[in-house]
């Protein structure tokens, strides 16, 4: 397991990467989203979750501001995967990290913790739920600038 305040592979991104939270419903297809948005085209990015959970339209919304999308994205669990190589598995949730950690009996990862709150708790008008996942997005997206792009040298 790598220190959670440093990046993983420090130096050079990571050739595979892998997004894992509770439900691949909104936080890991988000950064799945993020990070291919960022991280050259050389870099394969992949979501998955400990649970399968149901699409989130606001998911949709806030990254649309942004000019990403998720396409068709469907939320699949870690057995669905096509391709179980990765360089690092970074966890948004603590069942996700204990899951990811459990991976490494079997594989040689790296795993990094972001913890990342879920916006499906906040309550009140629409605005202030997009409001919450708004902020989700956000710090996803710092987490991924600072810690995959930036510091290996693949922004500016």
Known sequence: MTNPNEPANEGKPPGAVL????MNSIRSPMAEAIARH???QSVYVASAGVRRGE?????DAV???IGLTIGRHQPHLLD???DDYFDLIVTLAPEAHHKALDLTRSWSVDVDYWPTPDPTVATGTR???L???RDVRDHIS????????RKNGQGT
Do not use: K, N, S, T
């Not at 997004?19 to 509770?22: H, I, P, Q, S, T």
């Not at 699409?55 to 998911?59: K, W």
């Open 131 to 133: 409001d919450a996942y």
């Open 142 to 149: 710092r987490l991924i600038m600072a810690r995959l792009v």
């Open 38 to 40: 960022y991280l050259p």
């Open 19 to 22: 997004f894992m939270c509770g």
């Open 55 to 59: 699409r989130d339209p606001f998911v």
């Open 127 to 129: 605005e202030q739920i």
């Open 80 to 82: 669905d995967l096509e």
């Open 63 to 65: 990254l649309d501001e």
